[in-house]
């Protein structure tokens, strides 16, 4: 069974700053891995998707990083903004033998952007 | 582009009603799955919907069940319902293809059971 860790749950970090949000996960068998960001009480959005032949996405200030045989993702926030505070939530897609995909959560990281 | 919409954005139920939620999914995708959120945890993974046909179930209760129609469009429909349903539920569309299918995710439904 998939299981997904989000380390730290929060974080508050000055404004300015550059930070990195950990994702790790326990079967390497994945077919992709998302970074999504939910504000309070809204629904998730899309940040990065990293196919499982990836090493890497960029986004903007985002970059996100698969290595699979470790069973790590990582995400970089560059010059954080108070904006940019919100839950980050990891997710891990694997294909079902029907050939289609379901996403596995952690329970996110929350992060705090101190003007 | 609307992008995945869900409706209602609230509700509040008695416990033991049904309650029916409703899906539409971003243009050009066909497949539809749902996720519930229980407060401070990441979603979990009810069920998929693929060409009218339910894919994948997770670990849910059979009082959880879903349809699709042909515009691919879903609803949720959670019977008998228990105050521990109450949570967010979140519908995904994605449309699969060998590069890994991108989900995008509606604003959710708060489903309060009192």
Known sequence: KQEVTQIPAALSVPEGENLVLNCSFTDSAIYNLQWFRQDPGKGLTSLLLIQSSQREQTSGRLNASLDKSSGRSTLYIAASQPGDSATYLCAVGVISNFGNEKLTFGTGTRLTIIP | ?114
Do not use: M
């Open chain 2, 1 to 114: 582009d609307a992008g995945v919409t869900q409706s209602p954005t609230h509700l509040i139920k008695t416990r033991g009603q049904q309650v029916t939620l409703r899906c539409s999914p971003k243009s050009g995708h066909d497949t539809v799955s749902w996720y519930q959120q229980a407060l401070g945890q990441g979603p979990q993974f009810i069920f998929q919907y693929y060409e009218e046909e339910e894919r994948q179930r997770g670990n849910f209760p059979d009082r959880f069940s879903g349809h699709q129609f042909p515009n691919y469009s879903s609803e949720l429909n959670v019977n008998a319902l228990l105050l521990g349903d109450s949570a967010l539920y979140l519908c995904a569309s994605s449309y699969p293809d060998r590069g890994g299918a991108e989900a995008f995710f509606g604003q959710g439904t708060r489903l309060t059971v009192v």
